[in-house]
């Protein structure tokens, strides 16, 4: 599924990505094309919770009510498609098929009263998305 939606999707962002530069002050290592930006606080909260050398991965999914959706989970093994964001005590990181679907966006850590937790924000590259902020659609 994934593979048939890449092909899809692809030519759109191709061309998305050459139009619009990003840039981040935490990258560790990435195509220059292709990057997020991770937030002050998803870097605190990090160097809190990954004190065993986990990380924090993000991937996109299909599915979700909007068509995507992100998934975060802490992980301890690097994949050999994986790129690094952010410093060496509190990572991100992501597969290059993700980063496709969420290059430019930033990582976040919000803290409410009813919740906490990771999220991406500023998706340049979706179009809408659910209310609660975990799936999206993308811009074709």
């Known amino acids: 599924m ?19 530069p990003v840039a981040s002050r935490h990258v560790a290592s990435a195509n220059p094309e292709q990057k997020i930006q991770v937030s002050e606080s998803c870097l605190k909260r990090l160097r809190e919770i990954c004190i065993d050398g986990s990380f924090l991965r993000i991937t996109v999914e299909g599915g979700g009510c ?3 959706q ?3 989970d802490l992980d301890s093994k690097m994949n050999e498609d994986d790129l690094q ?4 005590k509190a990572k991100v990181v992501i597969d290059t098929v993700s980063l496709e679907y969420c290059t430019g966006s930033t ?3 919000h803290s409410e009263l009813i919740r906490a937790g990771f999220r991406m924000v500023a998706n340049p590259l979706a ?8 799936s999206f659609s993308v811009k074709m």
């Open 85 to 88: 964001f952010g410093e060496e």
């Open 66 to 68: 909007s068509g995507f």
């Open 2 to 20: 994934s593979f048939l939606l890449r092909q899809l999707i692809k030519p759109g962002l191709q061309r998305i990505l050459l139009q619009s």
């Open 107 to 109: 990582v976040d850590y």
């Open 127 to 134: 179009e809408q998305g659910c209310s609660c902020g975990s």
């Open 70 to 72: 992100y998934k975060f």
